[in-house]
């Protein structure tokens, strides 16, 4: 009987833990990969990051510059049943750990901005951007007018020449936005 119900006990405390580990990871704080070169040289391809999720929970805006983390599958709806599925955690024990939908990028534009892409700088707004953290120099150039719709923003990796982001797949709606870096 004793052992039982130390058992119990056990089995218990291991739920609570996964539970409170499952909450924290879905709306306050979570760790990623990054995968691939598109972020280079300012993050290196394998190296770890975890990022704030508040601004998802809270569905507020990321500053300009700020480094992202997104759903890349901007022409579906999220739930919070995306959110639960593709916690770490329940991934592992689902044993599907190997999706790419995440993307880690910097914010460019917020809504409303007018982006252009001419003599291979980016301009936001008339002004052309500085950006100390680029790998090297953008070898894009564009006609397109892009102005970031409501409740959007606009990204691109910080090694612009080797980058699937917003120039690819569009706008990135805000409950698209994972979190935000917090810490390399």
């Known amino acids: 009987m004793k052992a039982l119900k130390e058992l119990g006990n056990w089995i218990g405390a ?15 704080f979570q760790p990623y990969k990054v995968e691939g070169h598109s972020m280079e040289p300012t993050l290196q391809n394998d190296q770890r990051i ?3 999720k508040l601004s998802h929970t809270f569905s507020y805006l990321p500053e300009y510059g700020d480094i992202v983390v997104i759903d890349s599958r901007v022409n579906r709806e999220r ?4 959110s639960i599925v593709e916690n770490p955690m329940v991934q592992y024990f689902r044993g599907n750990t190997d999706e790419h939908v995440f993307y880690v990028k910097r ?9 252009e892409f ?8 008339g002004e052309a951007l500085q950006e ?7 070898m ?10 409501d409740k959007h923003i606009f990204v691109m990796g910080d090694n612009r020449n080797n980058s699937s ?12 936005v994972m979190g935000i870096m917090k810490f390399p």
Do not use: C
């Open 50 to 52: 975890y990022v704030s």
């Open 118 to 125: 001419k003599e291979n700088q980016v301009y936001r707004n």
């Open 79 to 82: 739930t919070l049943t995306d």
């Open 14 to 28: 291991f739920s609570m833990a996964f539970v409170l580990s499952l909450v924290i990871g879905i709306f306050i």
């Open 140 to 149: 894009f150039s564009s006609n397109r007018k892009w102005t970031v719709p």
């Open 107 to 115: 914010v460019i534009g917020k809504p409303g901005d007018v982006l």
């Open 165 to 176: 982001d917003s120039r690819n797949i569009g706008y990135i709606p805000l409950d698209h």
């Open 132 to 138: 100390p953290y680029m790998k090297e120099a953008m």
